[in-house]
C-alpha cells in the first residue's frame, strides 16, 4: 500500500531545507523574488524585508525542522518495515 503522507512529508521536508538553505546563503535575493505579485506570499516575507540577519535566523530554523520532520520518516519506515517483516515470519 503507497505511503502518500510519508511522501507528503518527505517533500515537505525536502522544501523546508531547500528554502531554508537559500534564505541561509542569498537570504536578500531569496526575499526579494517574494516580495512583489506573489499571490499572497508577499505578507510571509515582509518581517524579512532589509532584514537579512532575520531571515537567516528563520533559515536555520527552517533547516532544522525540514531535519527533523525527515528523520521521523527515516524512523516511521524503520518501523513499519520491522513490523511486516514480523508479520511476514509467522
Same mark, same amino acid.
Given at each position: 500500500? @503507497?505511503?502518500?503522507q510519508?511522501r507528503?512529508? !518527505? *517533500?515537505?521536508?525536502?522544501? *523546508?531545507?531547500g528554502?531554508?538553505?537559500?534564505?541561509?546563503?542569498? @537570504?536578500?535575493?531569496? /526575499?526579494?523574488?517574494?516580495?512583489? $505579485?506573489? *499571490?499572497?506570499? !508577499?505578507?510571509? /516575507?515582509? @518581517?524579512?524585508? $532589509?532584514? @537579512?540577519?532575520? +531571515?537567516r /535566523?528563520?533559515?536555520? /530554523?527552517q533547516?532544522?525542522?525540514?531535519?527533523?520532520?525527515? #528523520? +521521523?520518516?527515516? $524512523?516511521?519506515?524503520?518501523?513499519?518495515?520491522?513490523?511486516?517483516? +514480523?508479520?511476514?515470519? #509467522?
Amino acid at each position: 500500500m @503507497p505511503n502518500w503522507q510519508g511522501r507528503a512529508a !518527505e *517533500m515537505a521536508a525536502t522544501f *523546508m531545507i531547500g528554502d531554508g538553505l537559500l534564505g541561509l546563503v542569498q @537570504p536578500r535575493r531569496h /526575499v526579494a523574488l517574494w516580495q512583489d $505579485d506573489a *499571490m499572497g506570499a !508577499e505578507q510571509l /516575507v515582509a @518581517p524579512f524585508r $532589509d532584514r @537579512p540577519g532575520r +531571515r537567516r /535566523v528563520y533559515a536555520l /530554523v527552517q533547516i532544522a525542522a525540514g531535519l527533523v520532520l525527515a #528523520t +521521523r520518516q527515516r $524512523d516511521q519506515v524503520a518501523t513499519a518495515r520491522a513490523t511486516r517483516s +514480523r508479520s511476514t515470519s #509467522t
